[in-house]
């Protein structure tokens, strides 16, 4: 891999900068001379004179190196800052279970990266001392974070609690807007043309003819192996992307299993002319599981859809031979590598609705700082620089000369020699801080060609069958957090185990009757209400 002195000098500027009250550009400064100013209001110039140690738990993609000092972005910003960060990765399906054993036990690190924290979370352990407000720190020690504040001040009220301080940092990129944003429907369907071809058979443009089609791939061996071993179609059941739910849009009720750390998220739930529905109770909703249980008896749906891990899934799409005929998922490259040039996304289906997934494209999951800090200053700085633009990308993606080069203009652009990018990625970003904003999109780095392609194929394919309306992220009061915490998970379990179980083995009336009076036992009604309680406030307050 390319070395790069991009993010010294990045880091030396922002030092420089912040520290003495000047300006620059980033393409002149010196980052030896920078590095060695002299510190104010008791902050300290970065890199440290003497070796700074910081203990940071941190959530990691299945490919990530379980050590992120292995990475070359981690030893950029040890060089640049002279802080030595003892990592401590979780998987991410691993982390939220173990991350509030952390904090039951005490063992807390100095700061949490890519935090995960939920809404309740950061009110709960904000409000005992587990976690530092952040607001004079940020005031005093991160002139990267407030300059984003004092010109976006909608993401500082993004990540501001009821009680009005800070708890943790914001975090993600803004590619589109609206309907049109990258992540509106994270549920892409992609198809074998391939076999399509070789069967004669068209695209498919109803729910009917999709099911004609996965029936040839099942008994008409489209791999040519003389093997009954296509999987017609597979997916990640309740999983952020490539979930099934997409399809229930047939029947008239998309559904949205999208699981973010938040406890609060609003998972299952629909807004239609104001007013907010669980998907799981509804009739269209039995309908889907009642006609894709079908599917699963035909032997169309791949079983260990309901349970297998996104390993095992892509796996699966670079199995030799082929055995893949159709998937849901972010992106086909992802599942099928250098297969995905004959898996084209197949359009929604004649009047099928598509989901607008719920939630914004910046979340305020990031770093949080623990009482346990002994430098908290210097943890407030280190953090401050990833929410340099060109930094933030780098963490986000991965270093230049790794990830991207730089064009004419000096913009980042994605190198054009990866050959999975989204592989990549996942093994040398190191994620869970920074923000991307529309407008660092047209000066800072370039969209991702894939992100830029799904951008376009959000507007062209998927918007004009799009929900017009969406749960948006809401930051939800003491009152109200304490009622979904003490009914979502346990309703949010039982809502998608039965979902997996109607797939599985079919369900009856009598089956669907139980099933809607043990949610409303549970709590639902009350649950409904406080997410349209929270919905009314955010369009009142748009006013």
Known sequence: MKKSTAVLTTFALTSALWLSGCSGDNNGADSSSAATGSASGGAQAFPLQERVTLKAVTQRPALAPSDFNEM????????????????????????????NLLITSGSLPDFFLNSGFSDSDLIKYGKDGTILP???????????????????????????????????????????SGQEEIGANPDFLYINQDWLTKLNLQMPTTLEEYHKVLQAFKTQDPNGNKKADEIPLSFMNAFWTGDIGYLFGAFGVPDKTYQPGSNAFAEHLNVDGGKVSY????????????????????????????????????????????IMGSFLWWDHTDVVADRDAHYPIVPPFKDMIVKWNSGSALGRGGAVITKDNKHPEITAQWLDNLYEPHTAAEVRWGPEGVWFDKDASGKLVQKTDLANPGEFRQKVALGGAGVITGDDFK????????????????????????????????????AELATIDSIKPELQTYTNSMRAKFLLNGVTDGD?????????????????????DGYDRYVAAQK
């Open 72 to 99: 070359e972005m981690a030893k950029k910003l040890e060089t640049a800052t002279n802080v030595h960060i003892e990592w401590d990765t979780i998987v991410d399906t691993d982390y939220q279970e173990k991350k």
């Open 134 to 176: 952040l607001n004079d720190y940020i005031d005093k020690y991160m002139p990267n974070l407030k300059a984003l504040f004092d010109k976006r001040p909608d993401i500082k009220a993004l990540v501001t609690a009821p009680d009005g301080n800070i708890y943790s940092l914001p975090v993600g990129e803004e590619l589109g």
């Open 279 to 322: 998907a799981a109770v509804q009739d269209g909703y039995k309908q889907a599981l009642a006609y894709f249980h079908g599917w699963v008896k035909e032997g169309l749906i791949d079983k260990e859809s309901l349970t297998q891990d996104v390993t095992q899934y892509f796996a699966k799409g670079k199995n030799e031979p082929e």
């Open 443 to 478: 000066t800072v780095v370039a969209p991702e060609a894939r992100a830029q392609q799904r951008m376009d194929d959000i507007k062209n394919i998927f918007v004009p069958q799009m929900q017009k309306e969406k749960y948006p992220n809401i930051f939800f009061t003491d």
């Open 512 to 532: 669907w009757d139980d099933y809607v009076s043990k949610l409303k036992k549970m709590g639902l009604e009350d649950l409904l209400k406080v997410y349209q």
